[in-house]
């Protein structure tokens, strides 16, 4: 489901849509009762009015549609109330935000020497002949180096931006922090409703989650109780070498 935020957003502009087809229906009506001749300096027709009416039932009902979800979103937020599994989710958010943060220390010593081995290639590019028989070999080999660091880092990409030092007066590339946390909140309450929807599936209606526990390991696990039954939750994470960044899976069965 998409944010709060964003649901707002569609509202607004659907409601500035609305204002102004108002406003453009009233100007067709009056060019409509001078017989189209009178007070009509756009030219509007009987054609106008159709679709300027068919353009605002259109825009209301999307209007109302984004209202209904709004309201859904809302009542999902306010139902995000089970601490253990919000404590678990920040557990999982500062892991992620420590990995970005890590990452983004590694990339900039990884771009460092990217820079080098580039400036090696173009300077072996300018000196060689046109005809060098190596030069084809050689600029497969360039091409593969780019995609292959291009790829090792493409997670971080959507988190990199260029921002102004005030000492330096230069721009310098920097982890896009706030667009982090706010995709790290996203996918927490994503996540958080995952569970919620699932586990009601099993058991019904939560009646009591105090059977669940965060582990050592930042793990959820434990029992939900429920109006239909108990419903058994494990988590299974994964992070460390050669995994980009912490992730889990969360099992949810009847007990």
Not at 61 to 68: G, R
Not at 89 to 97: D, I
Request: aromatic share 12%; proline share 1%.
């Amino acid at each position: 489901m998409a944010t709060m935020e964003f649901i707002q957003k569609r509202i607004s502009g659907k409601e500035k849509e609305i204002d102004k087809l108002t406003k453009k229906l009233a100007r067709i009506k009056k060019a409509e009762a001078g017989g189209w001749e009178k007070d009509n300096p756009y030219l509007y027709s009987e054609s106008d009015l159709r679709w300027c009416l068919k353009d605002l039932e259109a825009a209301r009902e999307a209007l109302a549609k984004y209202q209904s979800e709004l309201q859904t979103a809302g009542e999902k937020a306010a139902s995000r109330n089970v601490t253990v599994i919000l404590e678990f989710l920040e557990g999982w958010k500062e892991r992620s935000r420590r990995f970005y943060t890590d990452s983004f220390a590694r990339y900039m010593e990884a771009k460092k020497e990217y820079r080098e081995k580039e400036a090696a290639y173009t300077e072996w590019f300018n000196r060689a002949r046109m005809n060098d028989p190596d030069r084809k070999s050689k600029e497969d080999e360039y091409h593969a180096f780019r995609k292959q660091f291009n790829e090792a880092w493409a997670f971080l990409t959507p988190y990199l931006t260029r921002q102004a030092n005030a000492e330096t007066h230069r721009y310098e590339v920097v982890l896009a922090v706030e667009k982090l946390n706010k995709d790290l909140d996203t996918e927490a309450n994503r996540k958080y409703d995952f569970i919620i929807e699932r586990t009601n599936a099993i058991v019904g209606e939560i009646t009591d989650a105090s059977g669940l526990s965060v582990g050592a390991k930042g793990d959820l696990n434990g029992y939900i109780i429920g109006l239909n039954g108990r419903a058994k939750v494990q988590t299974i994470g994964a992070g460390g070498y050669n995994i980009q960044c912490f992730h889990f899976r969360t099992l949810i069965n009847a007990a």
